[in-house]
């Protein structure tokens, strides 16, 4: 995945400061964990893992590991409810699950720390964030998932608060950092149809994922699919630089101004 990933995790009231440092280390070590492994499986990035073996052809999906036939049949399942718009595999054909896969770590990371018995924190992989109670423990404060202007990677577009209205994740897909790295099966969509980056928000993080990922590969036809099927708020940026966004995301502009 080649990702950055921090982890926050705020101390309760009245909590023992050694005791508070133990449990993020202990977080912290289940998360790497985690992270490292999937790495070997489904980075094509490394030459020894699953992926790589497949791409050279090494590797038929049929015999591969339950984890990466599990994954690949879910991402298909997503290309079905996208319509194409997601896909897992490239234009020549190489199965590439990089669509899901971080969000597929970012899910189970979050299952591994609510399993240590951790109800406050926040996970960012890269930019993709899912969050669980609040940066105040014991209080309704929101966390607060900040959207970079692609135009200035140093300023921020908005901050989305999660855990609002039962939205826990938000996913961002563009090509400001990593160029134009997004394929969709067969679709064709116009210059000013196209957006720029896409961020979602929703209830889990593999659909915030998917559903950014898709609706840059499918442009507004896709947007138009995702809002009217999920229950996700999204802020786009279109190549031209004006932006589409949904109610939640309007409605954070007197808070933001």
């Known amino acids: 995945m080649g990702t950055v990933v921090s982890l926050a995790v705020p101390a309760a009231p009245g ?4 005791a ?5 280390e202990a977080a912290t070590a289940v998360v790497e964990r985690l992270f490292n492994g999937l790495e070997r499986t489904f980075s094509l990035y490394r030459p020894d893992s699953e992926a790589s073996a497949m791409a050279r052809g090494e590797l038929a999906l049929a015999d591969a590991s339950a984890d990466m036939r599990r994954l690949y049949v879910e991402a298909a399942e997503w290309r079905t409810v996208t319509e194409g718009a997601f896909t897992a595999e490239r234009p020549d054909g190489v199965v590439d699950l990089a669509g899901i896969v971080k969000g597929h770590a970012i899910r189970e990371a979050g299952t591994s720390l609510l399993a240590l018995g951790l109800k406050d924190w926040c996970l960012n992989a ?3 964030v899912l969050v669980d109670g609040s940066p105040t423990p014991g209080s309704a404060r929101p966390w607060l998932a900040g959207i970079v202007d692609p135009e200035d990677r140093t300023t921020l577009l908005t901050a989305f608060p999660l855990d609002n209205k039962g939205k826990h994740a938000l996913a961002t897909s563009g090509t ?4 134009h790295h997004i394929w969709s099966t067969g679709l064709k ?3 000013d149809e196209g957006f720029r980056q896409v961020s979602v928000a929703a209830a889990d993080i593999i659909t915030a994922d998917v559903l950014a990922t898709a609706i840059m590969a499918g442009g507004a036809r896709t947007l138009a699919l995702a809002t009217s099927h999920w229950d996700v708020d999204v802020l786009a940026v279109k190549n031209d630089g004006g932006l589409l966004a949904t109610p939640g995301f309007r409605n954070l502009a ?3 101004s």
């Open 15 to 18: 909590t023992v400061p050694q």
């Open 20 to 24: 508070a440092v133990e449990e993020l």
């Open 126 to 128: 890269g930019g993709d």
């Open 176 to 179: 400001s950092e990593r160029g």
């Open 189 to 191: 969509i116009a210059r």
């Open 254 to 256: 007197p808070q933001n």
